[in-house]
């Protein structure tokens, strides 16, 4: 693997199981950087369980892991640069917000002033929700809403925007890391 320069801050996105998580994997692996995962999946059944396990499995012990459902920015504050931090995911972060019934806005502004203050690299994965069908519930169409103005603000913020679809990355904003 050669090594890569990264951004300040990059945001992968991508439909459900498009291979997002892995591409991301994958950059901050080769930048050679001190790694740090920020887990916000919570187990719930034991599918989910099956699915952390094998992400675990699959980024390797060489990570420092920090499992915060509600404030990654806790995490971000406790991790040293030179280093290179992978975000996984907002979605489920944004879905543990807005179940917990917690204020978003707040959430929000805690996240992002984390993000620009942090001195090291962060790879944020996050889902594209909003090219299928209109769900058919209050919750879901609000979730989505935010979900959709959630990733338009972290693609502002973010130095590096890549579509993952079929595995494949795509820059919507700046380069790919090479």
């Known amino acids: 693997m050669i090594k890569i320069t990264l951004p300040k801050i990059s945001l992968v996105i991508g439909g459900a199981a498009s291979g997002k998580s892995k591409y991301a994997e994958s950059i901050v692996m080769a930048s050679e950087l001190p790694r740090s995962y920020i887990a916000t999946a919570q187990v719930y059944d034991t599918e989910m369980k099956a699915k952390i396990t094998k992400h675990k499995t699959q980024r390797g012990s060489d990570w420092q892991t920090y499992e915060t459902p509600y404030a990654p920015w806790d995490a971000l504050a406790k991790i040293a640069p030179p280093s290179a931090v992978l975000l996984d995911c907002v979605t489920l972060w944004l879905s543990n917000i807005m179940l917990d019934e917690q204020n978003l806005d707040i959430a929000k502004q805690n996240l992002f002033a984390s993000l620009q203050k942090f001195n090291g690299h962060v790879v944020i994965v996050t889902n594209e929700v909003g ?48």
Do not use: S, Y
């Not at 058919?136 to 973010?158: I, S, W």
């Not at 993952?164 to 700046?174: D, F, Q, S, Y």
């Open 131 to 178: 090219q299928g069908v209109v769900p058919d519930n209050t919750l879901a169409r609000n979730f989505r809403q935010e979900q959709g103005e959630l990733n338009q603000e972290l693609a502002a913020l973010a130095d590096l925007v890549v579509l993952v679809t079929a595995g494949l990355p795509i820059a919507l904003k700046g380069h790919l890391p090479q």
